[in-house]
């Protein structure tokens, strides 16, 4: 645990959303404020967008940004520091669970905008460029309120982290290539979800690369001295998982200490920020180091209490994660 220490921290007030340029930060909801490796903040060019919008997510060129409120019903988008337009999301229950939207990339390059402008539970694919809807035809959803959706690095799968009525977290996992040619395959409920590859709710996930998918499930949900014959396919409470798409099979299993909330990818680990940034070896459930002096959010799910989602963003090479803490910004190196 050498090796976890705070490489940088900075006093900068509020900060909503965190994203790298080269090796710069930005904060597009604060109106692109700019800090260089050293912390120094540079002049800001233009407002904020409100204290309406409390989010944002850009696309992996870095072209295409949405600012939102994570438990309101409007976003905009961005091409770079021009509004595109706005989008909307259906108000069902929308200040009880997380604004569904992602940016990602397909096969052929192009860059795409996931959301659900006009149902909970049915989830539209748009050229980000265009605006042409490339989700088409009648739907017929099942009922999964859409949560935290994300395309997988080269487009071949979409996931989203959401929950069912009772209330119950899940991940359901979509061919996006498919669903490009007939969108009732995000009607569906995927190729991984509960039902019945995972015995407990499913608290968050993230895309480790391309064909892998880590899977984090929290304290609810899940008998398993009743179903011993899914132990095989099933994650329990509080673990920790990685499912291999080519294998179609979980890779890894690891039972955790706890709740670990919002996991990113770093590498052949997560981070994990409950309380306060910890990181897991996805092949041995080990924990690798933590940095317990940085508090963050206990968050868990997509849905219920509106305790905020942590603000944070890898570095595109891995080796460092920038946080929002109460003092400002941290920058922490992953072993």
């Not at 905008?113 to 042409?132: I, M, N, Q, W």
Request: glycine share 12%; charged share 25%.
């Amino acid at each position: 645990m050498d090796d976890a220490v705070v490489s940088h921290e900075v006093w900068t007030g509020e900060v909503r959303s965190l994203v790298w340029d080269g090796d710069d930060l930005l904060d597009p909801v604060g109106g692109w404020r700019r800090w260089s490796p050293d912390g120094k903040e540079h002049p800001r060019r233009r407002r904020g967008y409100g204290r309406a919008y409390d989010r944002a997510v850009t696309s992996p060129s870095g072209r295409w940004t949405v600012v939102y409120a994570e438990r309101g019903t409007r976003g905009v988008l961005l091409d770079g520091r021009r509004v595109v337009r706005e989008i909307r999301r259906d108000g069902h229950r929308a200040g009880q669970f997380d604004y569904p939207v992602c940016l990602g990339t397909l096969a052929d390059g192009r860059e795409v905008l996931v959301h659900c402008p006009e149902r909970y539970a049915r989830l539209e694919v748009e050229d980000v460029a265009t605006g042409e809807r490339l989700t088409t035809g009648e739907r017929d959803p099942v009922g999964v309120f859409h949560s935290r959706p994300a395309v997988s690095p080269g487009g071949r799968w979409l996931v989203s982290a959401g929950w069912v009525w009772t209330p119950a977290g899940v991940a359901a996992v979509y061919d996006l290539p498919r669903a490009l040619t007939d969108a009732t395959v995000l009607d569906g409920r995927g190729v991984l979800t509960y039902w019945p590859m995972i015995d407990a709710e499913a608290d968050s996930v993230c895309w480790l690369d391309g064909d892998r998918l880590a899977v984090a499930t929290g304290a609810h949900g899940g008998e398993p001295d009743e179903d011993d014959e899914d132990d095989d396919l099933e994650l329990g409470q509080h673990q920790l998982g990685v499912w291999s798409f080519p294998a179609g099979k979980w890779l890894y299993r690891h039972d955790l200490p706890g709740p670990i909330g919002t996991v990113l990818p770093c590498g052949e680990s997560v981070l994990a920020l409950y309380g306060h940034p910890r990181l897991f070896d996805i092949r041995t459930g080990e924990l690798v180091a933590e940095w317990p002096e940085l508090a963050m959010s206990r968050r868990e799910g997509s849905y219920g209490a509106n305790e905020p989602t942590p603000v944070a963003a890898v570095h595109p090479d891995g080796t460092r994660v920038a946080l929002a803490v109460a003092r400002g910004i941290a920058v922490i190196r992953v072993p």
